[in-house]
């Protein structure tokens, strides 16, 4: 089993930034990708970005690229979301998963990719 717990959501005016965390506990030697999703009021949840665990390989949503940045700390076992120039489109829950499967070159990008989730965190941009 692996833990997964965000923090750093919070409410930002348009333009802003913000930087979200994910804590991984448990068996982290068995992640091969982290992702984050997000998802915001009657939607369904989407995609964001996700990066290889251990070799640092990333895939970004059009949404977001250029402006969000995912980053980790392996000593840590956290992984980061840099968020920046933020748009009220960009409000919603955003919640971090992990797979534990290895899919050669791609990176997941589906929901049900990943194996384990954490409970997600509110970002709320203000215009």
């Known amino acids: 089993q692996v833990q997964l717990v965000e923090s750093g959501g919070g409410l930002v005016q348009a333009g802003g930034s913000l930087r979200l965390s994910c804590a991984a506990s448990?068996?982290?030697?068995?992640?091969?990708?982290m992702g984050w999703f997000r998802q915001a009021p009657g939607k369904e949840r989407e995609f964001v970005v996700a990066?290889?665990?251990?070799?640092?390989?990333?895939y970004y949503a059009d949404s977001v690229k250029g402006r969000f940045t995912i980053s980790r700390d392996n000593a840590k076992n956290t992984v980061y979301l840099q968020m920046n120039s933020l748009k009220p489109e960009d409000t919603a829950v955003y919640y971090c998963?992990?797979?534990?499967?290895?899919?050669?070159?791609?990176?997941?990008?589906?929901?049900?990719?990943?194996?384990?989730w954490g409970q997600g965190t509110q970002v709320t941009v203000s215009s």
């Open positions: 998963a992990a797979s534990i499967r290895n899919y050669g070159l791609y990176i997941q990008q589906r929901i049900e990719e990943y194996d384990y």
């Open positions: 448990g068996r982290t030697f068995s992640v091969y990708a």
């Open positions: 990066s290889t665990w251990s070799e640092g390989r990333t």
